[in-house]
């Protein structure tokens, strides 16, 4: 099956600094999203991509669709506290008829040290 | 406006027993799944279904069951508990092509 490579796995930051974590296919996706999961909660959805090479921004979180389509990168901007938690990057196919499947990577878990 | 429910939050099993994950949403979503997280790794699909009285395998199956008699309902039953279903179950929905909404999780415990 298809396989995402998230990397970091982890981070340790200072607030106020800035966060870019990144995930990478062997296979193509039609759509890219960024999701951050708090403890105890469900993944929570920031920023869905559509278009190879688009550039989305949803308040300090930037995330772009890699022109290759197998690649997509997300930053944090100014991190804050309230930034931990774990981000996951998701990859989208329409394998056929109504099947649209997610591929997820195995987290990035964020730090952010006050 | 709830989303996705899920039920129960917590649950502990003996091996060999069977249960029931509830999951139900109210915003009129074809498309339901389930996924299965497990510690320091990401989502696995078990199951997925795009429509009432239709339900396929995902990447992980064995050892579930679903059935989705209604747009809103998607449960997810284990037959017969091992200890390797312990882990987090996540019940999501979407309508069609559009990033999928999650519910908040069961928690379950394989003893």
């Known amino acids: 099956g298809q396989q995402l490579n998230q990397s970091p796995q982890s981070m340790f930051i200072q607030e106020g600094e800035d966060v870019s974590m990144n995930c990478t296919s062997s296979?193509?996706?039609?759509?890219w999203l960024w999701y951050k999961q708090d403890p105890g909660e469900g993944p929570v959805l920031l920023i869905a991509l559509y278009k190879a090479g688009e550039l989305t921004s949803n308040g300090r979180l930037t995330a772009q669709f890699g022109i290759t389509r197998k690649d997509s990168f997300l930053n944090i901007s100014a991190s804050i506290p309230s930034d931990v938690g774990i981000y996951f990057c998701a990859g989208q196919i329409h394998s056929g008829g109504s099947n649209y499947k997610l591929t997820f990577g195995k987290g990035t878990l964020l730090t952010v040290n006050p | 406006n709830a989303g996705v429910t899920q039920t129960p939050k917590f649950r502990i099993l003996k091996i060999g027993q069977s249960m029931t994950l509830q999951c139900t949403q109210d915003m009129n979503h074809n498309y339901m799944y389930w996924y299965r997280q497990d510690p320091g790794m990401g989502l696995k699909l078990i199951y997925y279904s795009v429509g009432a009285g239709i339900t396929d395998k995902g990447e992980v199956p064995n050892g579930y069951n679903v059935s989705r008699s209604t747009t809103e309902d998607f449960p997810l039953r284990l037959e017969l508990a091992a200890p390797s279903q312990t882990s987090v179950y996540f019940c999501?929905?979407?309508?069609?092509?559009?990033?999928?909404?999650f519910g908040d999780g069961t928690r379950l415990s394989i003893l």
């Open positions: 999501a929905s979407s309508p069609g092509q559009k990033p999928q909404h």
């Open positions: 296979s193509i996706f039609n759509t």
